[in-house]
């Protein structure tokens, strides 16, 4: 079972960036899409980008254009480059993964944007 390690949250001023990674614990090749997710207080969680096997690049509306995701598959790490923050983006994100007929799930990283 793979599992995944979030890093890079923290609390960052509007208009600020920051850039999440997932990490791991195998070959990342072997899964045929990874992504992000995310959950604000209150809210559903909600899908914010995935990255395909075949390098096909999804976003949410409300992201596209602010943020990029990529990934390295040597590092086996997923990342998620945030910009130009908004209060808004204020949640927990969630990597997530896809593998044959399961679904892997990170613990998650706090992002929050406040000045």
């Known amino acids: 079972q793979v599992q995944f390690v979030e890093s890079g949250g923290g609390l960052v001023q509007p208009g600020g960036s920051l850039r999440l990674s997932c990490a791991a614990s195998?070959?990342?090749?072997?899964?045929?899409?990874m992504g992000w997710y995310r959950q604000a207080p209150g809210k559903q969680r909600e899908f914010v980008a995935q990255?395909?096997?075949?390098?096909?690049?999804y976003y949410a509306d409300s992201v596209k254009g602010r943020f990029t995701i990529s990934s390295d598959n040597a590092k086996n790490t997923v990342y998620l480059q945030m910009n130009s923050l908004k209060p808004e983006d204020t949640a927990v994100y969630y990597c997530?993964?896809?593998?044959?007929?399961?679904?892997?799930w990170g613990q998650g990283t706090q992002v929050t944007v406040s000045s």
């Open positions: 997530n993964g896809h593998g044959g007929s399961d679904t892997y």
């Open positions: 990255l395909t096997s075949d390098t096909m690049k």
């Open positions: 195998e070959s990342i090749s072997s899964l045929y899409a």
